[in-house]
């Protein structure tokens, strides 16, 4: 029902519009989504699916590579039907450091990312796109895919409903 009285007054039905209108209505404060298009008519359409599981910053930015990690582990509770866990894989080819997938791997462990070796000619055989150059192959169980339909999915959570 449409009502004139809110709270609060969120612009935008993205990712971070509806995202914060759920987390008003848990907290029972009431509030009114206003977008210009219809829900996700920006960014939030168009992205590539990926949730970050902090990994591509566990070296250079311990801190965001951790809040990329808890709010990974936060989204695959609160909306786990949007949610595919296809994992992701690292590599290693010839001109990398090697002593920078060492240092990743500490700092993927300190962040609490998970991350093991997997058999290169193994995954080759498994996925023949992969270049057969690769040295090392490292999986991580917490680089799931995440679907476009997220910011309905907001907005339908039980909590919300009615
Ligand atoms: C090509 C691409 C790929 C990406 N891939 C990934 C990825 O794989 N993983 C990842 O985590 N992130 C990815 N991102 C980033 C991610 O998509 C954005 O960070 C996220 O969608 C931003 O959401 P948002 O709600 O802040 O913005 P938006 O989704 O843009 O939402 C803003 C909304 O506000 C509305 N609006 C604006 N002004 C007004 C107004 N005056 N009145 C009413 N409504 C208004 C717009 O219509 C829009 O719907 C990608 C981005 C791009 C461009």
Known sequence: MLTDKAQVVVIGGGATGTGILR??????ISGILVEQGDLAHGTSSRFHGLLHS??????K????????????????????????????????????????????ISSCAEAGIDCEETDVQQLIKVNPVLSPDIIRLLKSRMLPLMDLGFSGAMLIQPPLRG
């Open 61 to 104: 930015d311990k801190d965001a590579a951790r809040e990329c990690i808890e709010e990974n582990l936060i989204l695959r509770r609160i909306a786990p039907n949007c949610i595919e866990l296809t994992g992701g894989i690292f590599i290693q080819l010839p001109e990398d450091d090697p002593e920078y997938t060492k240092r990743w």
């Open 23 to 28: 987390d008003l209505a848990l907290r029972g």
């Open 54 to 59: 902090g990994g591509r910053y566990a070296v």
